[in-house]
């Protein structure tokens, strides 16, 4: 199959050695690359029940087939990992130049194992594959570390991932760092890789990558460019990035704001929402191998964080660290914005977990003593800051908050886990289900914990003409959503781009089969993220996860929203129960959300799998 | 009638304060109304007939006019419209 190099670098970091790993092409048939691949790669090679820190369990950058192609969108790649968030499924996205940089150098992907006893980083170029020293560099933040990678490489086009000191603490929603402003965000990768001891991975390739139909790809490009020239959709995307999503979540009552407990907030407006941060605007910029200029590049232009640049704020941080803590100082959001990405941690979770502790400080569950001092509080954007810096060095109170909400919640104890807003202990990101259903269900069965890269239900819930606060429907709503996006996902292209121009899948097929000569048709697709959602279903249970896990928190459920278009609006268990039904039932798996033998069947995977 | 109005696309209104007299409190009498005020501006949003143009969504008070009466939806004193382009993650 052409665009796909067919095998992974396999490095063994205990025993400091390197070998290639062949993925036969019949798997990259069944499960295309990407998400797909890494579910079929994780299941194989993590011994059930593993610690997500030992040695045994592997951190797996995969791209796609589409990758290092000129397919819009495709310089993304995926981590997949056992996760110690939530010690079940991980797979997290970022764009970055080593995704192109490692096919150029003639692989798929990396499969890490074991554990380096010293620091070290990777390094893969023409000359050789080399696991080196990184004492020198251990301990430094991401943007110091990639700098200072390629300085000594004298190689500044090299692709750079690369954790903070929030990794190598192990801090449990740590990140991987690339380009400097992109991160494989969710799930505490970072902290796997700190666990390994590996501070950075540099790849710098330069072998061409044989295209199937170059002319009929750039043909393709041609005609979804003039597309996306044509949607008003695109070209406000284009003008105002992801903070224009916050304009939205605001009028349609899906806004985290203090912590989950209401759901719009006035003073954000003209502040920290698209007015507020295109006053900050430098220039926009897009990613590698893509035609849609959907960054923003800020810099604040006076007062304390003068001079401060960044490619951001975007949506979830201006979410979680603006209103859901009740900051509307941009500034201050974008110097946590960039603290966390140099000290390698999660916007989401880091503002999640922040925004809880000042509700405990609210409510008087928590007190100064037992935070060095420290008073967190709604509003406070020093505290906030101040709080991030404790959580990536574990120091005081960080030590637990970096351990992420929902042990947060148990630390301070007093029912706070009522208002731990996560999912199998990912924290929510930025919408409120309470006004969005499909959202609380899409929360609910996502393996990888609260998260909004698999759905989007608000273009459905709030732009479309279905009813936000019913059941009805939502579960079909939700898988064809997570089908889509596990399309995208495992051929690894960005699915803003499908979103926005838009984008079918019968497009992704007319590109895939430019860049590969094969045909898969878009129901094809479809079938095989059925297949791939239903093994990552199996990869859960295999370790201890029920359908209990598939819940939300008591908040979601029963506490009626105070405010916005959902005013008097709570999930409530049993509209959640039917959702889960009705999901559970439209995958082809049981009640208890196992697949049945017939689905099994239908996916070609194995009964054995699921008891091994 | 005082109405909020908000219009999120290559230019953005929030929170803008108007009063009008529709012919009735439909939304086809506002948006009637509207039209005649503000044409060129709305007309992004709308087209002639009132049916939003491609790629735009009318919400009332946060909701999708779709999810309520469409173009029947009852407008009252204080409601706040939104004229908006599809918007797609964050």
């Given amino acids: 199959m052409k665009g796909l190099q067919g095998k992974l670098l396999d490095v063994d970091l205990t025993l400091g050695k390197t070998k290639d790993l062949t993925i036969p092409e019949q798997n990259f048939r069944k499960y295309l690359g990407g998400r797909g691949l890494g579910a079929r790669l994780l299941f194989d090679l993590l011994p059930p029940r593993t610690d997500p820190f030992s040695p045994e369990n592997p951190l797996i950058f995969l791209t796609g087939p589409l990758t290092g192609s000129m397919v819009t969108g ?55 594959i080399e696991i080196r020293e990184a004492d020198w560099i251990w301990g430094k933040d991401s943007h110091s570390t990639e700098r200072m990678l390629k300085d000594i490489d004298r190689n500044h086009s090299a692709g750079v991932s690369s954790i903070g000191p929030a990794g190598e603490n192990l801090c449990k929603f740590a990140c991987i760092n690339s380009d400097l402003y992109r991160q494989a965000g969710r799930g505490g990768l970072g902290a796997v890789m700190g666990s390994k001891r590996l501070k950075a991975i540099v790849v710098k390739g330069t072998q061409e990558i044989d295209l199937h139909d170059r002319k009929k790809l750039i043909e393709l490009n041609r005609e979804n460019y003039q597309r996306a020239l044509k949607s ?93 803590q009740l900051i509307d100082d941009l500034p201050s959001i974008m110097q946590a914005n960039l603290l966390c990405d140099q000290l390698g941690m999660d916007t989401v979770d880091t503002g999640n977990v922040i925004g809880f502790m000042m509700e405990c400080f609210e409510r ?15 509003g406070d954007p020093e505290a906030s800051l101040a709080a991030i810096e404790m959580i990536a060095y574990r120091k005081g109170v960080g030590d637990i908050l970096a351990e992420g909400v929902r042990t947060a919640a148990n630390y301070v104890g007093n029912e706070s886990d009522r208002f731990a807003m996560h999912v199998k202990g990912m924290g929510f990101p930025a919408y409120e289900p309470r006004g969005s259903f499909g ?87 479809l079938t095989i993220a059925g297949r791939i959602e239903t093994l990552i279903r ?53 009640s208890l959300g196992i697949p049945t033998p017939s689905t099994l069947q239908t996916y070609e995977l194995s009964n054995e799998e699921l008891h091994p | 009638m005082n109405l909020t109005i908000n219009a999120l696309g290559s230019e953005i209104v929030l929170k803008q304060e108007i009063s009008l007299e529709p012919a009735s409190s439909t939304l086809k009498d506002v948006l009637r109304a509207l039209q005649d005020r503000y044409g060129t501006t709305l007309g992004r949003f709308v087209k002639d007939d009132l049916t939003p143009t491609e790629g735009s969504v009318i919400l009332v008070n946060g909701r999708n ?17 939104t004229f908006t382009v599809l918007v797609a993650g964050g």
């Avoid at chain 1, 006053?279 to 232009?301: A, G």
């Fill in chain 1, 74 to 128: 495709s310089s993304k790649f995926v981590v997949v990992t056992k996760s110690p968030l939530t010690h079940g499924w991980c797979d997290s996205y970022s764009s970055g130049r080593i995704s192109v940089e490692l096919k150029k150098a003639g692989y798929d992907g990396l499969v890490i194992r074991g554990k380096s006893n010293h620091p070290c980083y990777l390094r893969i170029a023409d000359d050789g």
């Fill in chain 1, 232 to 324: 008003r959709v695109a070209q406000a995307r284009m003008k105002y990035g992801t903070p224009l999503t916050l304009n939205i979540t605001h009028a349609g009552g899906i806004l985290p704001t203090k912590n989950f407990q209401f759901s719009t907030w006035d003073k954000a407006l003209e502040k920290i929402d698209s007015v507020g941060v295109y006053k900050s605007v430098k220039s926009h910029k897009s990613c590698l191998s893509c035609f849609v200029h959907c960054s923003l590049v800020t810099e604040v232009s006076e007062g304390k964080y003068k001079g401060i640049t960044l490619e951001g704020p975007e949506y979830e941080t201006l979410g979680m660290f603006g209103s859901n």
């Fill in chain 1, 364 to 378: 008087g569950l928590i007190s100064p003593n037992q935070t060095e001092g420290l008073e967190i509080r709604f």
């Fill in chain 1, 439 to 525: 959202t609380g269900l899409s929360y609910a069965v996502s393996p990888r914990g609260a998260c909004h890269r698999r759905a989007w239900p608000p273009a459905i819930e709030i732009l479309g003409g279905t009813p936000p606060y019913t059941v009805e429907r939502k579960a079909e709503m939700i898988k064809a959503m997570y089908d889509e996006n596990c399309v995208l996902h495992s051929l690894l292209v960005c699915d803003m781009p499908a979103k926005f121009i838009p984008m079918s899948l019968d497009v992704y097929s007319e590109y895939f089969h430019s860049v590969t000569g094969e045909s898969i048709s878009k129901n094809d697709f």
């Fill in chain 1, 538 to 590: 199996m990869f859960n249970l295999r370790e201890g996860f029920t359908r209990k896990d598939d819940t939300l928190p008591y908040r979601t459920l029963f506490e009626p929203l105070p405010d916005g278009p959902g005013k008097g609006q709570s999930v409530g268990e049993e509209n959640l129960n039917r959702m889960i039904d009705d999901y559970y039932a439209c995958r082809g798996w049981d």
């Fill in chain 2, 65 to 81: 006019i779709e999810s309520l009466e469409r173009f029947e939806t009852r407008i009252h004193d204080g409601d706040e419209l």
